[in-house]
């Protein structure tokens, strides 16, 4: 061991309902443990304060998605690899499937969980990008009942979430997007395995010309991943022949809150994610408002 | 078996073996300490190098990062069950041939998640082969000899 683990109790339950109802009677006392990618380093650190978890392995009704006329949800154990494979993420979500390439590598992709990578909370996860561009929303479970929650609204600040204390995110749905522009670029020092400095995807629709339907989201530039809601306001309703670039970059300063870390500083990351705004629009414009020449197959 | 711990069965290399374990351990110190096959190897621990890589239910894992309680009544097949009845498989002959190993640590890992490839992709192009050993991190040979043995590995048999 790396550190000495702390004596902690697991519980298994065999069914949702199960685990609600434990969640129920003590709220707060267990911390759900999905594929453990996040959890396990620092549990065997000795950096984890919670000894008491709820391993989600025997829910297999959480493992499915479900492809429905005009929606996609996803259990929150979907694995990367599941949507990485799933062929209807593939055609209508791209930017989720290009996230989940860029999660770790083969074996996280097999273990981490799509609702772990959200519920985790990270600033820096590669899901919460593309999921914040195509509009998703979370489906939040306790005994008390079932709610929807608008995934923008999900985070609400650094490792924060708005999940109560009895609550389990138990799944994620997207509304299927028309035909459109799909986009993401992580930025990192290599390829795989690599947390981001910053990430942005985007998703747009075009009508005749004219940008009718505009969502951006950013990833390592602010305590959670962010929504950029005034570079869409200085887009929407704009024509691809005449996109207000530089606008748009002074507007994501007002959506980023970036710091220094380990991993890059502050200065770095607004200026590439400007880059890498510019960079979107450039090929935005460049894709001439024909949604087959930009749609990419994965 | 001490206070907290757990019966946990598992299948390793076609065995049934039960190891009494903490829900919580790490599988990886589950098949080093409490079954002894030291094979499967600890590099970071955080699930970043892949020297600790082994097949559960027929996925590539870092073991490191399993805890046992999610590993019961899993197959999982280590380093030490990949070669049958004291003769290499293809795959680890091609690590031989090509010289693929140098100070050897990351090798089991390697191997592991170059099987784990080849199933899913037979005959992968040094792109597939990259990304598929992403995971897996190597301070010695720059990579080139290892890609070269997968590439051996995956290519179909010369035919006369």
Wanted: charged letters at 20%; a positive charge; proline letters at 6%.
């Amino acid at each position: 061991m790396r550190g000495d683990a702390p004596p902690c109790q697991v519980q298994v339950p065999g069914s949702l309902g199960e685990a609600l109802l434990l969640m129920g009677q003590e709220p707060g006392r267990w911390r759900p443990l999905a594929g453990g990618t996040d959890l396990m380093v620092p549990f065997a650190a000795g950096r984890l304060e919670a000894t008491r978890f709820l391993s989600l392995q025997r829910l297999d009704e959480l493992r499915a998605i479900e492809v429905e006329p005009g929606t996609i949800t996803f259990g929150t154990l979907v694995t990367y690899s599941q949507v990485r494979q799933h062929g209807a993420v593939q055609r209508h979500l791209p930017n989720l499937v290009q996230s989940a390439k860029v999660t770790g590598a083969v074996a996280i992709q097999n273990r981490g969980t799509l609702g772990g990578n959200l519920a985790n909370g990270s600033p820096a996860a590669d899901s919460p990008p593309s999921l914040l561009a195509y509009g998703a929303e979370v489906e939040l479970a306790s005994v008390r009942g079932v709610r929807w929650v608008p995934y923008e609204a999900f985070h609400t600040g650094y490792k924060r979430t708005a999940m109560a204390a009895d609550e389990l995110l138990t799944r994620i749905r997207v509304t299927v997007p028309a035909p459109g522009f799909h986009f993401y670029r992580k930025v990192g020092t290599r390829a795989a395995q690599a947390v981001a400095k910053i990430c942005l995807a985007a998703f747009a629709r075009v009508e005749d010309g004219i940008v009718r339907e505009f969502r951006v989201g950013l990833g390592s530039v602010a305590p959670t991943p962010v929504r950029a809601r005034s570079v869409e306001a200085a887009i929407l309703g704009r024509s691809l022949d005449d996109l207000p670039v530089r606008a748009a970059r002074e507007a994501l300063l007002a959506d980023i809150a970036p710091i220094d870390d380990i991993r890059s500083t502050a200065r770095y990351r607004r200026t590439v994610a400007g880059n890498v705004l510019a960079q979107m629009l450039a090929e935005l414009a460049g894709s001439n408002g024909d949604p087959q020449s930009f749609c990419q197959p994965q | 078996m001490n206070q907290g711990e757990m019966r946990l069965e598992v299948t390793v290399n076609g065995v049934p073996r039960t190891v009494a374990a903490y829900p919580m351990a790490r599988l990886l110190d589950v098949l080093r300490d409490g079954l002894g096959l030291v094979g499967t190897k600890e590099g970071c621990g955080e699930g970043e190098c892949g020297a600790c890589s082994v097949i559960m239910d027929g996925k590539l894992v870092n073991s490191c990062l399993v805890p046992a309680v999610q590993a019961q009544g899993a197959q999982i097949l280590t380093i030490e069950g990949l070669a049958q009845g004291g003769s290499l498989t293809r795959l680890q002959q091609a690590f031989v041939t090509c010289n693929g190993a140098q100070c050897g640590f990351c090798t089991p890992g390697m191997v592991l998640a170059a099987a784990d490839l080849l199933r899913r992709c037979p005959d992968p192009s040094e792109a597939e082969i990259r990304e598929g050993l992403a995971g897996n991190i190597c301070r010695c040979t720059g990579y080139v000899k290892i890609v070269d043995a997968v590439r051996q590995a995956g290519a179909p048999p010369v035919r006369p």
